[in-house]
């Protein structure tokens, strides 16, 4: 079945030159504003049936305004074209199922069509002609029930009427003609009311004096309709429940009773080899809770077997799709750009490293403009309380502070390296024991494990991988029981390695969480415990005694300026850098 690979945009809208590669179901995410509903219209231009003419030329709004170019282009690149409804209407156009549709829009001038298999020698049109037989069916997210159901009703009631038995058909016939009597009987009682009668005589009695002409005729009140299959036709829409009608609901049931509508009109022409639909939809979970957002998305998904596009704000939505079908659209400078390209197997490869934890970070990792990586739920307690003392507001940054609880940080950085999602991290830099050939040695963990993501090609920086050596962070002992302190012979190159680190946002504790939190809060504010026991404490039951400390009024906010807080700092800067632009 046909579908559409790859799409290209140059000049249009927030689109200054981006390819976009897009699956069979394709879940177009991103935060608003950022280009999700300026890329179907794209798509809507080349197989809307909707947009006419006119709205082809387009406006001067149209034209990328980061872009010097004068000329907006929409191209698609579709794969298994092998329909004979497409092959009879593009001829020699199609080579191994493979065609180009290219949209070219030059200020002041008439739009131009291409198609062919060779983007360097397609056939040029001056129309959509294949509009027929190839078109995209959308659906936006202003959706109007009522004037929907308005407008299909008629073809809602005659595809109900196609897909009867004999005896469906005959016993509709009877009960018609039935109804049809009963109609003309209650209009004539209606009509032999008395108020019906006489409520407009003093009406006729001055129509008589204003005009001879109307002395032998009169007004009066009717039956708007006498004819039953006109009453037919025009039936309304109502919801029922357990028999009894209620109205159609609130907006969540409204927008359910729409798409599942829509989707019945598109589901019962699937099959029809006359032509090839595309379906487009907007925001489906409007007004539903995530439980009916999950269902409706799995819904949609099952019921197509054309290529479907849902864009979407909500991580529930995202619930039946493979990730490597997922297109995460992001602002770069203002402009539109696709994470990893769209579509991508490399997506879906770092996904498998997360397995059955996935559901638990897929909003952060689709929709924020940030994270912060910490090792444990203690970090997040405490770094969220600071920031609510200093009344940093991470949510209002789109931030987030996500425990990578025990998996360590590579899979999450190479998530954020596929999403094109900006991040610092935190972790403890204790002293460990290890032993090589028999001695023994100690070493600076935490620098050991971020070394670790430049040696593995995590984090690819040849530069500062090549800079250093784990000798840098290590020396031998005595023994496993020897005092853990560094060498002043190694102090000066771990200071260098913590400066380097920390430029490109990786931060390490002068020890662990809990002692540098308690060292340095001491340094700026009374402390009401001893240092050492409180020390001691917040490492036992670590979330849960973390929790009740920063519940217990401990002056956070005197930390903004500490190494503690650096990360954070860090974060917000380059997220108001990118701000800027957007």
């Known amino acids: 079945m046909s579908k559409i690979d790859t799409i290209k945009i140059k000049g249009f809208r927030s689109f200054r030159d981006t390819t976009i590669s897009i699956a069979k179901k394709s879940l177009i995410i991103g935060a608003n504003d950022v280009g999700k509903t300026n890329l179907i219209y794209a798509l809507r231009l080349l197989f809307d049936k909707r947009i006419s003419e006119s ?65 360097e020698d397609m056939i040029q049109f001056n129309s959509r002609f294949y509009i027929r037989h190839l078109f995209m069916e959308c659906v936006d997210t202003n959706r109007d029930l009522d004037k929907f159901i308005k407008k299909e009703r008629l073809s809602l009631l005659a595809n109900a009427k196609l897909v009867r038995e004999e005896e469906q058909y005959l016993e509709d016939q009877e009960i018609e003609k039935s109804l049809q009597e009963k109609l003309l009987n209650i209009n004539n009682s209606i009509e032999n009311l008395s108020y019906i009668q006489k409520a407009l005589d003093v009406v006729n009695e001055e129509m008589k004096e204003l005009s001879v002409h ?31 009608e209620v109205g159609t609901g609130g907006d969540g049931k409204n927008n359910q009773i729409f798409l599942a509508t829509w989707v019945s009109k598109q589901y019962l022409n699937e099959n029809n080899d006359e032509y090839v639909c595309f379906y487009a939809i907007e925001e489906p979970e409007s007004h539903l809770h995530p439980q009916q957002q999950r269902k409706l998305s799995s819904y949609i998904v099952d019921k ?5 596009l849902l864009t979407s704000h909500s991580p529930f939505i995202g619930t039946n799709f493979i990730p490597s079908d997922i297109v995460k659209l992001k602002k770069d400078n203002g402009l539109t750009i696709a994470a990893s390209g769209g579509a991508s197997k490399l997506i879906s490869e770092g996904f498998d490293r997360f397995n059955y934890r996935l559901n638990l970070i897929t909003s952060d990792l689709f929709f924020v403009n940030g994270l912060f990586l910490v090792e444990g739920p203690s970090e997040k307690i405490l770094y969220q309380a600071i920031c609510d003392e200093l009344g940093i507001d991470l949510d209002y940054f789109n931030v987030s502070i996500i425990s990578t609880d025990g998996i360590g940080f590579a899979p999450y950085i190479s ?40 040696d593995s090609k995590v984090i690819f920086d040849e530069v500062l991988r090549l800079k250093y050596s784990k000798t840098d962070w290590e020396w031998e002992v005595e023994s496993k029981d020897s005092p853990k302190v560094i060498p002043s012979e190694k102090k000066n190159k771990i200071n260098k390695i913590t400066t380097d680190m920390e430029k490109i946002g990786l931060f390490l504790a002068q ?67 990118k701000v800027k632009y957007e």
């Open 55 to 119: 709205d082809l030329e387009l406006f001067d709004s149209d034209y990328c305004i980061y872009s010097d170019d004068s000329v907006i282009v929409i191209e698609v690149q579709l794969s298994d074209v092998k329909e004979e409804c497409l092959l009879s209407v593009f001829k020699g156009m199609i080579r191994d199922g493979k065609l180009m549709i290219r949209f070219l829009k030059e200020k002041d001038k008439p739009y131009e069509i291409y198609c062919g298999f060779d983007p």
């Open 511 to 577: 020890t662990d969480l809990e002692t540098d939190l308690v060292t340095q809060l001491s340094e700026v504010s009374e402390l009401k415990e001893d240092k050492e026991k409180l020390i001691k404490k917040l490492k036992e039951k670590k979330a849960t005694n973390m929790y009740q400390f920063v519940k217990s009024k401990q002056n956070l906010s005197q930390l903004e300026f500490s190494e503690l807080f650096k990360p954070i700092k860090l974060l917000l800067d380059i997220i108001n850098e």
């Open 415 to 454: 998530m954020c390296q596929l999403l094109d999602i900006p991040f610092v991290l935190r972790t403890d830099n204790d002293i460990f024991n290890k032993k090589r050939k028999g001695e023994n040695y100690q070493f600076c963990a935490g620098i050991n494990r971020l070394y670790n993501l430049f």
């Open 214 to 244: 109307n002395s032998k005729s009169s007004l009066s009140f009717t039956v708007p309709e006498t004819d039953m299959s006109k009453v037919l036709s025009n039936v309304s829409l109502s919801f029922k429940e357990n028999g009894k």
């Open 304 to 308: 197509f077997n054309s290529q479907v």
